[in-house]
C-alpha cells in the first residue's frame, strides 16, 4: 500500500489518481458496510419510545467504508462512527455490539439504572468469513489503480 501511495504522489496528476484510488476502494467496500448495515437493522426491538430518535437506524446511517491514503495510517475499513445527537448515546454503535452491554438510568426514575443489551457481535459477526473477499476487492482496486500508473508511464 505505501509503495502504491508514493508512486501515485511522483505521478504528474497524483491528486486525481489518489481521487479515483479511495472512490474505487470504497465502492470495493460498500458490500461490507451494506451487510453491517443490515446486522444491526436485524437487532431486536422493544418499542418502548416510539418518539425517541430510532436508534438502529440512526447507528445504520454512521456505517460507512473509510479509505485513508497517507498520513500516519493509510488503509481501507468500513467503520461505524459515533452518533452524536441520538439520545444522549454517542458510543451506540460500540455499545450494542459488546456482551457487556450499556447501563443507562429507567426512562422516568433517574434513581434505577439498568443494563441492556443489544445485538452481541452484530458488527463483527457481519465480516466473519467475508474477510478475504473484501481484501480481494480492495487489492483489486490497487492493482487497476497501479495497472492505470503503469499504463500513463508508457
Do not use: C
Request: hydrophobic share 40%; glycine share 8%; charged share 30%.
Amino acid at each position: 500500500m505505501a509503495a502504491l501511495v508514493r508512486a501515485i504522489r511522483a505521478e504528474e496528476d497524483g491528486k486525481q489518481l489518489r481521487k479515483d484510488l479511495a472512490k474505487n476502494m470504497r465502492e470495493a467496500l460498500k458490500p461490507a458496510a451494506a451487510e453491517a448495515k443490515s446486522s444491526i437493522m436485524a437487532m431486536p426491538s422493544l418499542g418502548i419510545m416510539p418518539t425517541a430518535p430510532a436508534l438502529r437506524t440512526a447507528i445504520a446511517r454512521k456505517i460507512r467504508p473509510e479509505v485513508k491514503l497517507g498520513g500516519r495510517w493509510s488503509g481501507a475499513r468500513v467503520k461505524a462512527f459515533k452518533t452524536k445527537n441520538v439520545r444522549g448515546f454517542p458510543n451506540a454503535p460500540k455499545r450494542t455490539n459488546r456482551a457487556g452491554g450499556w447501563r443507562h438510568p429507567v426512562f422516568g426514575n433517574r434513581e434505577n439504572w439498568v443494563t441492556q443489551q443489544g445485538k452481541i457481535d452484530w458488527f463483527d459477526d457481519s465480516f466473519k468469513g467475508r474477510e478475504g473477499l473484501y481484501k480481494q476487492a480492495v487489492e483489486q482496486a490497487m492493482e487497476d489503480m497501479a495497472r492505470r500508473i503503469a499504463d500513463r508511464a508508457r
